[in-house]
C-alpha cells in the first residue's frame, strides 16, 4: 500500500464515522493540516504513533503481509 491509498482508506473511514478532519485531528491529537495531508498523500514524515492513533479513531488498524514481488496481474 503507498501513502496515497492509505490517506484515501483513512478519509473514507473517517466520513463513513462522520468526523470532519477537525474531529479526527481532535480525537487524535493532531492537527487538522497534517490529516489533510495524511488524506491527499502528501504526508511523507507522519510518527508511527500517529498514525496508529488516526487509524484507532477511524476503527482502522495496520497489518503487515509478505512483499508480493511478481509481475501485476
Do not use: F
Amino acid at each position: 500500500m503507498d501513502l496515497e491509498s492509505l490517506g484515501t482508506a483513512i478519509k473514507q473511514a473517517r466520513k463513513a464515522l462522520g468526523l470532519t478532519q477537525a474531529d479526527l485531528a481532535i480525537k487524535a491529537l493532531a492537527s487538522r493540516p497534517t490529516i489533510a495531508r495524511l488524506e491527499t498523500g502528501r504526508a511523507t514524515d507522519l510518527g508511527y504513533r500517529l498514525l496508529l492513533r488516526i487509524l484507532y479513531v477511524v476503527e482502522l488498524d495496520l497489518r503487515l503481509t509478505t512483499l508480493n514481488r511478481g509481475r501485476p496481474t
